[in-house]
């Protein structure tokens, strides 16, 4: 049959059943899209890796990794300069609570951020000039007391914001417990050093040898500037309340670290130590005490076993590879001795709550245990001195008085780090009390603009289940070792333990990250659309975007996203994405009407002769 | 004399049957009750394919259908969307005159489809129902054994499972059946396999009345 010189009606000449024009022609275009296929939409939604949710001051882990693994290194630097002053030190002594919660830790092995963080560190630290700048300057002058980690922190904030900025540190040197906690075989003084030149690159002043109470007063602070943060810290160390513990000998933790890494210690170590204490200071001054000429360390401690000593198993590991002996489950309620140390006089002992800020359960009915010592170095944690403080910020538990955000009352007065977090289930890690100072300067920043301060209200969804991710992408892939000192020249030498991480490591060990939760512009969803459906300018997070006219909602981007950052989102929650397509069939209403007429009419006509 | 057009828009393969199932189950009931009735799919739209839209019609006059060769309805009266997203797609209001009816399977309320709706005010009424949950329905592949092999395109040839409405059809009929009145309720009932569904969704249909037309 040929159609040649067939007469083809107005009719007809529009596109009709089994016709569909070209999207080149008239009307083409509206014919193709594709989006009233779809009862799921895809959209990009980050969630909150693991790791950014866990750290104590919310570093953004995935996205510095990420730039890491793309050789971004000073982007990844300036990344992790948003919420740490100071990566080179926590690099070095942080517990790592992200590599914890880290969710490769149930695939394979956690990820070794800390040591990453280090690598970044030690980049900034080489830099000639910080990449963080002070903000304009908005004619506001704040105090901070203390320059641990809270008060280093609130100050490097409040210089971004634009505040001029005074420091006040008791000791002859600024750093706070970084300084004088922190034993120089994990966090050498020169890095520090850096570090606080950093913050006086910022413009901070910082005045040394000022102690709050005796040389400025609660008044001064108030009357000299427009706000101040408080991050004193807890300086005054517990005692074991035992009998004979003013004997000579008897140390205390911090004071024992402060001591040495300021260089005035006087101390000298008897053979035999025993250190009292479960926790990371402890672990410290133990390992602290073997460099200082010890033999034989022993710590003793109330916990019934290593598992529930409040200390970084890592470290633990090393201490007891450094060959410091575990008494546990033993409280110290004598020291003996004619006036020096000779012994201590134990008993069995164990907390009487479930966690070890509880009170202490003494067996006294039981045998006493006679321990043989030259040293004893009690680390058992610290509590605040506030006898500057004005009577009305004190509560019955000897912390200060203050809200949720850290304010006392209504002064321009705020609380930050140990002293403030103290008592409040957050472990007194050097990450927290950062966290607390950043999130204070913005609290105080809030106030002094005068806005109202209101508690985050939006919800958190932090991807803890492999499940919502799709692990088909992920082999399993060893996490790279940080070298370490060999066992036999660490306890001669206050050289670091553990060594960095070289360039090609780091970036070795970025590469393993899943970005839980988090584009990191894998390109996967581009390249397994069966339809040119996703368009990015740019290969970024951010800049995938969904063409919905076009989107069938076939699922497979969001069943292929290797991180689960996309998700189906039902397509009636969208005011948005209406397509009126008319079916490609009957472009024009009746059309079919028409044709009906003309079927209608075929009986009157005689047959065609075709 | 009354004439009533029927039209269903269900999605491709994967709800293929629930929209056959409701255009044949009315218009066998009608037929029943001695009208003249017809049911027919839209082949034009290439139904074969999964998730694309497909229409299946019914018609039900006291009299002689004049326009059986025509295999589109131009004016239809009540509209069944058997997929809730299909609200936002198409023009299927197109040609409906006064006082139609549009039932959609969706959990929301008609409150807030209405606002998707291209022309409400030829509408008396707008009538949701949860037909999937009612149907206790998974929109998914592996219930294929127990739904029959329709769902592999073979447009009901090849189907294994022969009842009428085993699935989501039968609240959607339920809600046809009690908002309209096209056919008795009494006649169309023993057809529908999935009872339990349809006696359950009489109950739960949200009616939104608009603008009712005086007869």
């Known amino acids: 049959m040929s159609t040649k010189n067939t007469h083809i009606p107005e009719w007809l000449t529009v596109p009709f059943a089994g016709i569909t024009p070209a999207p080149s022609q008239e009307k083409g275009q509206d014919l193709f899209p594709t989006g009233n296929w779809r009862s799921i939409r895809p959209v990009y939604r980050d969630k909150l890796p693991p790791c950014n949710n866990a750290c104590g001051t919310n570093e953004k882990i995935q996205g510095y990794l990420d730039l890491v693994k793309r050789g971004k290194y000073l982007d990844a630097y300036a990344l992790i300069k948003e919420d740490m002053p100071f990566p080179s030190v926590t690099g070095r002594v942080c517990y790592h609570p992200c590599e914890q919660a880290c969710n490769r830790g149930k695939y394979d092995e956690a990820i070794s951020i800390r040591a990453v963080e280090r690598f970044l560190g030690d980049l900034g630290q ?22 641990g980690p809270a008060g280093h922190s609130a100050a490097y904030q409040l210089a971004r914001l634009g505040y001029a900025v005074t420091i006040f540190e008791k000791s002859p040197k600024a750093g706070g417990l970084n300084r004088g906690g922190i034993p120089d075989w994990v966090l050498p003084q020169n890095i520090l050093d850096r570090e606080i030149e950093r913050l006086e690159q910022l413009g901070i002043e910082i005045k040394t040898g000022v102690e709050v109470g005796k040389d400025i007063t609660w008044d001064d602070l108030k009357k000299n500037y427009d706000a101040c943060v408080l991050a004193v810290g807890l300086t005054e160390p517990n005692s074991v309340r035992a009998e004979g ?16 890494g300021m260089g005035t210690s006087k101390v000298k170590l ?13 672990i410290d001054c133990a390992r602290e005490a073997l460099r200082q000429g010890a033999a034989e360390v022993t710590m003793i401690t109330v916990e019934g076993n290593t598992k529930e000593m409040p200390a970084s198993p890592e470290d633990l590991h090393d201490m007891v590879e450094e060959g410091v002996e575990l008494l546990h489950g033993r409280s110290v309620t004598a020291v003996l001795g004619n006036g020096k140390v000779e012994a201590c006089q134990l008993h069995k002992a164990r907390f ?12 006294r009915d039981a045998p006493a245990e006679r321990f043989v010592v030259d040293n004893v170095i009690i680390a058992i944690g610290q509590h605040a001195s506030l006898n500057w403080l004005p009577a009305e910020f004190k509560n019955e538990r000897g912390t200060i008085k203050m809200d949720k955000f850290g304010r006392l009352g209504d002064t321009n007065f705020f609380a930050a780090g140990d002293i403030a977090q103290v008592g409040s289930g957050q472990p007194l890690m050097v990450v927290n009390a950062v966290g607390d100072g950043k999130r204070v ?6 106030v002094m603009r005068g806005e109202k301060l209101q508690p985050r209200t939006i919800p958190v969804d932090v991807i803890f289940d492999l499940n919502r991710m799709n692990m088909t992408y992920f082999p399993h892939f060893p996490r790279v070792q940080q070298e370490m000192l060999p066992t036999e020249k660490r306890t001669k030498t206050q050289d670091e333990v553990i060594q960095a991480f070289t360039e090609e490591q780091a970036v070795e060990e970025a590469n393993r990250c899943f970005s839980c939760g988090t584009c990191n512009a894998c390109d996967n969803c581009y390249l397994v659309c069966p339809e040119p459906c996703i368009a990015r300018p740019e290969r ?3 800049m995938y975007k969904i063409l919905v006219d076009y989107c069938k909602g076939c699922r497979v981007c969001i069943e292929e996203c290797p991180t689960g950052c996309l998700e189906g989102v039902p397509e009636l929650d969208f005011d948005t994405g209406v397509v009126r397509m008319d079916t490609a069939f009957a472009i024009s209403p ?13 009986g009157d006509r005689p047959a065609k002769n075709i | ?19 056959r199932d409701i255009v044949n189950s009315i218009s066998a009931s009608a037929r029943i009750e001695g009208k003249y009735a017809q049911a027919m799919e839209n082949y034009v739209d290439n139904p074969d394919r999964t998730n694309c839209p497909t229409r299946k019609y019914c018609r039900v006059s006291d009299e002689v259908l004049e326009n059986e060769l025509t295999y589109e309805n131009e004016h239809p009266n009540i509209v069944v969307l058997v997929e809730g997203t299909m609200v936002k797609g198409w023009d299927y209001m197109r040609g409906m005159p006064p006082g139609g009816t549009l039932v959609i399977n969706t959990h929301y309320t008609p409150d807030y489809m209405i606002r998707f709706v291209p022309g409400p005010e030829r509408l008396a009424q707008l009538v949701c129902v949860d037909a999937a949950k009612i149907a206790d329905h998974k929109w998914l592949y592996y219930r294929l054994g127990e739904l029959g092999l329709d769902r592999l395109s073979t447009e009901g040839a090849a189907e294994r499972n022969k009842s009428i409405a085993p699935d989501i059809a039968a609240p959607l009929i339920a809600a046809v059946v009690k908002t309209t009145g096209i056919v008795k309720m009494k006649t169309i009932e023993p057809m529908i396999a999935n009872k339990h569904a349809f006696e359950v969704a009489l109950n739960e249909l949200h009616i939104m009345s608009l603008n009712p037309v005086a007869v």
């Not at chain 1, 304009?136 to 002058?141: H, R, V």
Request: hydrophobic share 40%.
């Open chain 1, 590 to 602: 009746g059309l079919h009407g028409r044709q009906a007429q003309e079927l209608k009419n075929l």
């Open chain 1, 352 to 363: 009487s709550g479930a966690i070890n800020a509880s009170p202490i359960t003494v067996d």
């Open chain 1, 245 to 260: 513990e003013d004997k000579e000998g008897v140390l205390y933790g911090l004071s024992f670290l402060r001591d040495i």
């Open chain 1, 270 to 282: 008897g053979a035999r130590v025993a250190v009292i204490g479960g926790g990371n200071t402890a």
């Open chain 1, 126 to 147: 080489a830099l000639t000039s910080d990449v963080v700048k002070p903000g304009k300057p908005n004619g506001k002058k704040v105090a901070v007391v203390g320059s």
């Open chain 1, 540 to 542: 970024s997070n951010g």
């Open chain 1, 441 to 446: 300067a913005f609290n105080l920043d809030k």
């Open chain 2, 1 to 19: 004399m009354s004439y009533t057009e029927l039209t269903v828009w269900t999605r491709g393969i994967i709800m293929d049957k629930e929209g």
